[in-house]
C-alpha cells in the first residue's frame, strides 16, 4: 500500500485536476452552478502543485481543497441517505456510494497534498 500512496504523492498535481473534472461532471449532471466551486478549487489546485510544488499557499490550498471536498462529499452521502426508504430510493443509494467513493478520494488526496514526493525533498535540501 505505501507504494501506491507514494505514486499518489508524487503525481498529486494529475490527481487533483481529474478530481476536479469528476466534480465537473457532478455539476454538468445536476445542472448546479453551487458545485462549480469544487471543481475550481481543486483544478486550480492541482495547477498550483505541478507549477509552485513547494510554496506554503499551494499546500494550505491543497490542503484546504482536499478537506473542504472531502466536507461536501460527506454532506451529500448524509443528504442522499435520507431518501433511501422513499421513491428516490435507487438514486439515493446510487448517489450515496458514488459520494461516498468520492470522500475516500478526497482523503487520500488529503494524504497526497501534505506528504511531499522525494524528488521534491531532494530538490528542496
Not at 59 to 74: I, P
Request: charged share 5%; glycine share 6%.
Amino acid at each position: 500500500m505505501p507504494r501506491i500512496l507514494d505514486s499518489l504523492a508524487a503525481n498529486a498535481p494529475y490527481a487533483f485536476i481529474a478530481v476536479g473534472v469528476v466534480w465537473l461532471v457532478v455539476a454538468v449532471l445536476a445542472a448546479s452552478a453551487l458545485i462549480a466551486w469544487p471543481v475550481v478549487a481543486c483544478i486550480a489546485g492541482g495547477l498550483m502543485l505541478r507549477r509552485w510544488p513547494t510554496r506554503r499557499l499551494t499546500w494550505a490550498w491543497a490542503v484546504a481543497t482536499a478537506a473542504m471536498g472531502f466536507l461536501l462529499s460527506a454532506y451529500q452521502v448524509y443528504a442522499w441517505l435520507l431518501f433511501i426508504g422513499g421513491a428516490f430510493s435507487s438514486i439515493a443509494a446510487a448517489s450515496s456510494v458514488g459520494f461516498a467513493v468520492l470522500a475516500v478520494v478526497h482523503v487520500f488526496l488529503f494524504y497526497a497534498a501534505t506528504r511531499k514526493p522525494a524528488n521534491l525533498t531532494a530538490a528542496a535540501e
